[in-house]
């Protein structure tokens, strides 16, 4: 894996490829892009939070930041997010879900399970590459992450 | 009650057979002496001779007999005179001399005689006349309440410990379709074909020890029909507490019998649907979960790309390129619309009702709001009426308005001064409505005006999915109302609905 230790203060968790370059395409106007690590299943962004399998030699740092899609294979997101918010050593990372889904039952599950914001994914690319940058930027740039995160 | 009147009448009945008033048994007393005389006096006329004793025995042998001790005594002293006068020497006087005295004797030994005896006679027939009318009045109740058994529908039917029927009524007629004179002497149980749910024994040890069983039977009408009847059965014992005979009463259940039968059936029927509707609608929810989800992904890659193939070839691009690319973005947006659209329609039939008091002034003025920020730069008159306040759910029904209202906003914009009131009527139900001055419709197409993806209008003319008013249509369906419109071509349409008042609504919630 190209990325299997790579460092960024974005976790992207998102199946679709085509989904993943249009993010990046969006943060690379702020030269984010390199910021962002890329997983592309549950399981996968457990491994890295949890530094097991092909991420157990990462460095010991938390992304400030983690985009989670919901429809995810193997564990689903809102599977990923529970398991995050449960854990003492994880709760604090910020989780920002994005997701097609508009669906009310998502979006409460999600806010029940302790998300720190919840945004579905616009189908115009303007709107979707705003979205796309305005929350990187917040995210990784003007909020203040929690201790122990990646800085720059 | 009964009772005490039969023995008035026993007792006037005993007073009239006694033969009359007192002074009417004294006048036979001594017509039945003169009677005597006759046939003696013409005897002594022909020289006979000693024989006119026994005619005077027999007068007051038989005034003895017929009208009691009184006019005996009053017939023994008259038929003395008679005879001392007109046939015992010296005649013609009532001088009573010695020979006369064994012929007084006679009289009177005789009279007190026959008295006794017409005094035992009458006790006797007191006694039996009595009797008699007891055994009327027994038989004159028991017909009375045999005729009153008769009156009920319930068959009643009596058998002895042998099953031998000894009572049938015309319930039991009419259920069983044997005739009293048909099943009155016959064995119950080869008449009927009883079949019981328990076995005879046990019904018999139930019966003999509670005095009474309850229970379904089932028998064969005369007919040979199989019914089911409900029964209940009583035991009747004598004065020494022995088991005499059973009395039955039953009704026909057999139609019940069926029809509960029926429910039951139909009950599992409904029961099975409902696991599959439930299948069904959870069947339809993962599939609109998943158009939401999936089939947005795609649209959202055919606008990025293409925004991205603008981006990248904008230099060198023609006007005809330009254009096609502008259609592609075009298309994905509004098939993005319409997905949301349809979603948001789905979301309606899904989602449960939350119902509360909602003035639908108040939520006028939030649609309002709304819509106006979508209007800005038009010149509308806006006329607002009076409406009412609605129990209902209130994210709903603001939905039904604000579609209302933008549907008029939009239909009105080829119009200089556009108008749109909105007021309510008031009836049974309440109705609202929404009338705008807009380009109408033609009334021929008015069922379509409701449809999913229904539009009247071609595209270009006018936006939109077709999405609105079937959500309105179905969010006050689900408010059990219901929405019609009246339009013209040209000259305007009118939308109304209508849903049941609050009041009744309210006062079901606070007894609830």
Same mark, same amino acid.
């Given at each position: 894996?190209?990325?299997?230790?790579? %460092?960024?203060?974005?976790?992207?968790?998102?199946?679709?490829?085509?989904?993943?370059? +249009?993010?990046?395409?969006? +943060?690379?106007?702020?030269?984010?892009?390199?910021?962002?690590?890329?997983?592309?299943?549950?399981?996968?962004?457990?491994?890295?939070?949890?530094?097991?399998?092909?991420?157990?030699?990462?460095?010991?740092?938390?992304?400030?930041?983690?985009?989670?899609?919901?429809?995810?294979?193997?564990?689903?997101?809102?599977?990923?997010?529970?398991?995050?918010?449960?854990?003492?050593? %994880?709760?604090?990372?910020?989780?920002?879900?994005?997701?097609?889904?508009?669906?009310?039952?998502?979006?409460?599950?999600?806010?029940?399970?302790?998300?720190?914001?919840?945004?579905?994914?616009?189908?115009?690319?303007?709107?979707?590459?705003?979205?796309?940058?305005?929350?990187?930027?917040?995210?990784?740039?003007?909020?203040?992450?929690?201790?122990?995160?990646?800085?720059? | 009650?009964?009772?005490?009147?039969?023995?008035?009448?026993?007792?006037?009945?005993?007073?009239?057979?006694?033969?009359?008033?007192?002074?009417?048994?004294?006048?036979?007393?001594?017509?039945?002496?003169?009677?005597?005389?006759?046939?003696?006096?013409?005897?002594?006329?022909?020289?006979?001779?000693?024989?006119?004793?026994?005619?005077?025995?027999?007068?007051?042998?038989?005034?003895?007999?017929?009208?009691?001790?009184?006019?005996?005594?009053?017939?023994?002293?008259?038929?003395?005179?008679?005879?001392?006068?007109?046939?015992?020497?010296?005649?013609?006087?009532?001088?009573?001399?010695?020979?006369?005295?064994?012929?007084?004797?006679?009289?009177?030994?005789?009279?007190?005689?026959?008295?006794?005896?017409?005094?035992?006679?009458?006790?006797?027939?007191?006694?039996?006349?009595? /009797?008699?009318?007891?055994?009327?009045?027994?038989?004159?109740?028991?017909?009375?309440?045999?005729?009153?058994?008769?009156?009920?529908?319930?068959?009643?039917?009596?058998?002895?410990?042998?099953?031998?029927?000894?009572?049938?009524?015309?319930?039991?007629?009419?259920?069983?379709?044997?005739?009293?004179?048909?099943?009155?002497?016959?064995?119950?149980?080869?008449?009927?074909?009883?079949?019981?749910?328990?076995?005879?024994?046990?019904?018999?040890?139930?019966?003999?020890?509670?005095?009474?069983?309850?229970?379904?039977?089932?028998?064969?009408?005369?007919?040979?029909?199989?019914?089911?009847?409900?029964?209940?059965?009583?035991?009747?014992?004598?004065?020494? @507490?022995?088991?005499?005979?059973?009395?039955?009463?039953? $009704?026909?259940?057999?139609?019940?019998?069926?029809?509960?039968?029926?429910?039951?059936?139909?009950?599992?029927?409904?029961?099975?649907?409902?696991?599959?509707?439930?299948?069904?609608?959870?069947?339809? @929810?993962?599939?609109?979960?998943?158009?939401?989800?999936?089939?947005?992904?795609?649209?959202?890659?055919?606008?990025?790309?293409?925004?991205?193939?603008?981006?990248?070839?904008?230099?060198?691009?023609?006007?005809?390129?330009?254009?096609?690319?502008?259609?592609?973005?075009?298309?994905?947006?509004?098939?993005?619309?319409?997905?949301?659209?349809?979603?948001?329609?789905?979301?309606?039939?899904?989602?449960?009702?939350?119902?509360?008091?909602?003035?639908?002034?108040?939520?006028?003025?939030?649609?309002?709001?709304?819509?106006?920020?979508?209007?800005?730069?038009?010149?509308? /008159?806006?006329?607002?009426?009076?409406?009412?306040?609605?129990?209902?759910?209130?994210?709903?029904?603001?939905?039904?308005?604000? $579609?209302?209202?933008? $549907?008029?906003?939009?239909?009105?914009?080829?119009?200089?001064?556009?108008?749109?009131?909105?007021?309510?009527?008031?009836?049974?139900?309440?109705?609202?409505?929404?009338?705008? $001055?807009?380009?109408?419709?033609?009334?021929?197409?008015?069922?379509?005006?409701?449809?999913?993806?229904?539009?009247?209008?071609?595209?270009?003319?006018?936006?939109?999915?077709?999405?609105?008013?079937?959500?309105?249509?179905?969010?006050?369906?689900?408010?059990?109302?219901?929405?019609?419109? @009246?339009?013209?071509?040209?000259?305007?349409?009118?939308?109304?609905?209508?849903?049941?008042?609050?009041?009744?609504?309210?006062?079901?919630?606070?007894?609830?």
């Amino acid at each position: 894996m190209e990325n299997a230790n790579k %460092l960024g203060r974005i976790l992207l968790v998102e199946d679709d490829p085509k989904d993943v370059e +249009l993010t990046l395409t969006a +943060l690379e106007e702020y030269n984010l892009a390199n910021e962002v690590v890329v997983t592309r299943d549950g399981e996968q962004a457990l491994d890295y939070l949890y530094y097991r399998g092909e991420y157990k030699m990462r460095a010991h740092e938390s992304p400030a930041v983690m985009l989670l899609d919901l429809k995810l294979p193997k564990v689903d997101g809102l599977e990923v997010l529970k398991q995050i918010k449960s854990d003492a050593n %994880l709760k604090m990372i910020p989780v920002v879900v994005l997701t097609s889904s508009r669906e009310e039952k998502d979006m409460v599950a999600s806010y029940k399970l302790g998300v720190n914001a919840y945004v579905v994914k616009p189908v115009d690319f303007h709107e979707f590459v705003n979205a796309i940058k305005e929350l990187g930027v917040f995210w990784a740039v003007i909020n203040e992450p929690p201790p122990g995160s990646i800085r720059k | 009650m009964v009772t005490l009147a039969g023995e008035a009448t026993l007792q006037s009945n005993i007073r009239l057979q006694q033969g009359g008033s007192r002074l009417w048994r004294y006048g036979y007393a001594v017509v039945s002496v003169v009677v005597a005389m006759a046939p003696a006096l013409l005897l002594q006329r022909f020289n006979f001779s000693d024989v006119e004793l026994p005619f005077f025995l027999l007068a007051v042998a038989i005034t003895a007999w017929y009208w009691g001790v009184g006019p005996a005594v009053l017939s023994i002293v008259l038929s003395f005179l008679c005879f001392d006068f007109f046939f015992v020497p010296p005649l013609y006087s009532l001088v009573f001399t010695l020979p006369d005295l064994p012929a007084f004797v006679v009289l009177i030994l005789f009279a007190i005689l026959a008295t006794r005896f017409a005094a035992v006679r009458r006790k006797f027939e007191k006694d039996l006349r009595e /009797a008699r009318d007891r055994l009327q009045m027994e038989v004159d109740e028991r017909t009375k309440q045999a005729s009153l058994l008769n009156l009920t529908h319930d068959s009643v039917f009596v058998r002895d410990m042998d099953l031998i029927i000894s009572y049938w009524n015309r319930g039991a007629e009419e259920l069983y379709g044997w005739k009293a004179e048909e099943a009155i002497g016959k064995q119950s149980q080869q008449l009927l074909r009883t079949v019981y749910p328990v076995s005879l024994e046990e019904f018999r040890t139930e019966l003999l020890r509670t005095g009474r069983w309850d229970g379904e039977l089932r028998r064969t009408t005369a007919g040979g029909t199989e019914i089911v009847v409900a029964s209940r059965c009583s035991l009747q014992r004598d004065a020494q @507490e022995r088991p005499v005979a059973i009395l039955e009463t039953s $009704n026909d259940t057999t139609e019940r019998k069926r029809r509960e039968e029926q429910i039951e059936n139909l009950n599992q029927e409904l029961a099975r649907r409902s696991v599959e509707l439930e299948a069904i609608n959870k069947e339809l @929810e993962a599939f609109a979960y998943s158009v939401s989800h999936d089939l947005r992904a795609p649209l959202r890659h055919v606008a990025g790309y293409t925004e991205l193939l603008q981006k990248q070839i904008s230099t060198i691009v023609n006007e005809k390129c330009s254009g096609y690319m502008k259609a592609i973005l075009e298309s994905a947006k509004r098939m993005g619309n319409l997905i949301d659209d349809l979603l948001a329609f789905s979301r309606i039939g899904r989602a449960e009702t939350q119902k509360s008091l909602v003035s639908l002034e108040q939520l006028l003025k939030e649609a309002l709001s709304e819509v106006r920020r979508d209007s800005e730069g038009r010149e509308i /008159a806006w006329k607002i009426g009076a409406l009412p306040t609605l129990y209902g759910d209130r994210s709903m029904l603001r939905l039904v308005l604000v $579609n209302l209202l933008s $549907n008029a906003v939009k239909f009105t914009r080829t119009r200089k001064q556009a108008e749109i009131e909105i007021g309510s009527m008031e009836g049974k139900e309440a109705v609202v409505f929404v009338r705008d $001055n807009g380009v109408g419709f033609d009334m021929r197409y008015a069922n379509k005006l409701f449809g999913v993806f229904q539009r009247l209008h071609q595209a270009d003319a006018f936006e939109g999915t077709g999405i609105g008013l079937a959500t309105v249509q179905r969010i006050i369906h689900r408010h059990g109302g219901s929405v019609w419109a @009246e339009g013209e071509i040209e000259k305007g349409a009118t939308f109304y609905f209508s849903t049941p008042k609050a009041e009744g609504a309210l006062w079901k919630t606070q007894t609830n």
